[in-house]
């Protein structure tokens, strides 16, 4: 299995190692607006590398699915300048297998790619299915507004 | 990517680019309020699945 070093040891300091979600996105980048992911990514875009994200195919595929073609080639020249896209296909069946006990397979795999990439917290508008498991779930799940109100 | 100058030519990029499409969508971008988040919340969460039940049912 393919493990990353976990920023939070460097530097001597919390650094946070994030997944954000496909809304996060949509949000920040769509023609509706919603100010707390707009101020997510400039805080992360201010905090880089204190503060970083990584990001899969599943994700940007839903992005896309969700942004006009303009304001998607924005979102890949933004997330390129911080992270690689992994391919969905990392991230090992038993993982997904386990999440899909809890979540509907879309859900499962977001968190099996969170675990498999050993984030600290995944970053997510879906209050009704992430935050309602949030207490089983190896990794701390934020909105984008209780996000910036602990770690901007 | 460690050195600070290429550090902070990432981040003066990432602005730009966020400066720019925020520019862009200016008078277009609607406030969001609550009940439509919750509605697109739900539309993301709709499409993501649908990709995902395409995909496990087209594995062998």
């Known amino acids: 299995m393919r493990k990353y070093a976990n920023p939070a040891k460097r530097f001597g300091k919390r650094n946070l190692l994030l997944v954000l979600d496909s809304n996060e996105f949509v949000f920040a980048f769509g023609e509706e607006q919603d100010i707390p992911s707009k101020h997510l990514l400039e805080s992360i ?11 899969c195919e599943t994700i940007v595929k839903e992005v896309r699915r969700h942004l006009v073609p303009e304001a998607f080639h924005d979102f890949i020249l933004y997330v390129q300048g911080f992270a690689s896209v992994d391919s969905d296909f990392l991230v090992p069946a038993e993982l997904f297998a386990k999440y899909q006990k809890t979540f509907k397979p879309g859900d499962a795999f977001i968190a099996a790619y969170a675990e498999w990439v050993g984030v600290q917290a995944l970053v997510t508008e879906n209050r009704r299915h992430f935050h309602a498991h949030k207490a089983t779930l190896p990794f701390q799940v934020f909105t984008a507004e209780t ?3 602990k770690h901007r | 990517m460690s050195a600070p100058t290429e550090i902070e030519k990432a981040r003066r990029e990432a602005r730009e680019i966020l400066r720019r499409a925020w520019s862009r969508q200016g008078q277009a971008a609607k406030p969001l309020g609550q009940r439509r988040k919750e509605q697109i919340i739900e539309e993301i969460r709709k499409s993501r699945e649908a990709l995902w039940e395409e995909k496990l049912a087209s594995r062998p």
């Open chain 1, 45 to 55: 875009t201010d905090s880089y590398p204190h503060h970083t994200f990584r990001i």
């Open chain 1, 147 to 149: 996000f910036l109100a």
